[in-house]
């Protein structure tokens, strides 16, 4: 069992930035991929980005340009870096990890709010 923790949430104005965080409690050896989704009030949960095993990395539409998703293997942790934030980002943030048995692991969740 994969935990995760997350931090890094909060509130900021419109072309404002924020930084998430997840750090997973299993070694980076047993997860092939890390990444985040968002639930969006009255939305269904999307994909946000991940970072596979082979560092390729796979962004949504919405977001490129101006997020960005790292991790660091020795820490086991994968990083967002969210610039030009926009109302639409409004959402709660999810940490995921996808291992390398086929298990897909979330973290708690954390609200990220854009609003001026």
């Known amino acids: 069992q994969v935990q995760l923790v997350e931090s890094g949430g909060g509130s900021v104005q419109p072309g404002g930035s924020l930084r998430l965080s997840c750090a997973a409690s299993?070694?980076?050896?047993?997860?092939?991929?890390m990444g985040w989704h968002r639930r969006a009030p009255g939305k269904p949960r999307e994909l946000v980005a991940l970072?596979?095993?082979?560092?390729?990395?796979r962004y949504a539409g919405p977001v490129k340009g101006r997020f960005t998703i790292s991790r660091d293997i020795a820490k086991n942790t994968v990083d967002l870096q969210m610039t030009s934030l926009k109302p639409e980002d409004t959402a709660v943030y999810y940490c995921?990890?996808?291992?390398?048995?086929?298990?897909?692991?979330w973290g708690q969740g954390t609200q990220v709010t854009v609003s001026s």
């Open positions: 995921y990890v996808l291992s390398s048995t086929g298990f897909i692991y």
């Open positions: 299993e070694s980076s050896s047993s997860i092939r991929t």
């Open positions: 970072v596979t095993s082979d560092g390729d990395l």
